[in-house]
């Protein structure tokens, strides 16, 4: 018997999350099959239902449905809870239960694979989304000295904050248009603006000296990459978040974590 999964958006063509699946599963001797589904703006709840009505044992959900997938779950695990998103859908017979784990993969991304710690640094988190919401406690159980969240709109920034566990971090929620001068050593672009190349209203001078700067996005050196590198920063996409993720996300469903090295490397290239 094989099981069936999914990745659920909207665009969702360019999505890596089948192969990287497929390869997870080839790894660990799994029988299952995963593949990207294109969900209607105004249908989520229709799709999800109609892949459990046709045995489907769980599904990843990308853009730009996160609150939604968060919003239909009988359960949630502490992660979705604390982030109010869910990007893993499990279907048992107790119903949906939802789990994220985008901040996990970003986390072990950036401090594993990256080898960038957290721990002392100056954060500038750029979005106040689904993404964003699903990175915020994992950045800040990493211990940085200040998380900066930017976002055109004050009040969502401000939202998140709210919602953040106690913590050692100076938080602050700032404008984008009011970043002024302020130099940070991480900055992570947790906005979709890479999926349409439109470039973000983010002054040279948040990249300090030896910055990593960080896009969730991957598959293209997006705008926010390319104004990173201008400025002497190092720029990476989110190829490896979201191998990490899904890793997590195939342990949870599975019961084993699949080794992720060498499919980076692979992807890489």
């Avoid at 080839?26 to 109609?50: N, S, W």
């Avoid at 009505?53 to 769980?58: D, E, M, N, T, V």
């Avoid at 990175?135 to 900066?148: E, T």
């Amino acid at each position: 018997m094989t099981d069936h999964y999914a990745v659920i958006g909207n665009p969702i063509a360019h999505s890596k999350s089948p192969l990287i699946h497929t390869e997870f599963a080839k790894q660990t001797a799994q029988a299952m099959a995963y593949e990207a589904i294109l969900a209607p703006l105004d249908d989520f709840a229709g799709t999800v239902q109609a892949l459990i009505k046709q045995g489907y044992k769980g599904a990843n959900v990308t853009v730009p449905f996160k609150f939604a997938a968060y919003d239909m779950a009988d359960q949630r695990s502490e992660r979705a809870f604390a982030a109010g998103a869910a990007n893993t859908l499990s279907f048992t017979v107790d119903g949906i239960v939802a789990d994220n784990t985008d901040g996990a993969g970003l986390v072990r991304d950036i401090q594993i694979n990256k080898q960038c710690e957290f721990a002392g640094k100056r954060v500038l988190l750029i979005g106040a989304g689904g993404a964003a919401e699903g990175v915020l406690q994992p950045i800040l159980a990493a211990k940085p000295s200040l998380l900066v969240i930017t976002n055109r709109s004050l009040d969502k920034a401000q939202a998140m904050l709210s919602k953040a566990a106690a913590t050692s971090t100076k938080l602050q929620a700032i404008p984008l248009a009011e970043l002024g001068d302020a130099a940070f050593d991480i900055v992570i672009n947790a906005t979709s603006a890479g999926l349409s190349g439109s470039p973000l209203a983010i002054p040279d001078s948040i990249f300090a000296p030896d910055c990593l700067a960080y896009d969730m996005m991957y598959g293209r050196e997006t705008p926010f990459m390319q104004q990173a590198k201008r400025c002497g920063a190092k720029a990476a996409d989110g190829l490896g978040m979201l191998l990490e993720q899904a890793a997590e996300a195939f342990a949870i469903w599975r019961g084993v974590r699949p080794n992720t090295q060498a499919l980076l490397q692979q992807l890489s290239l």
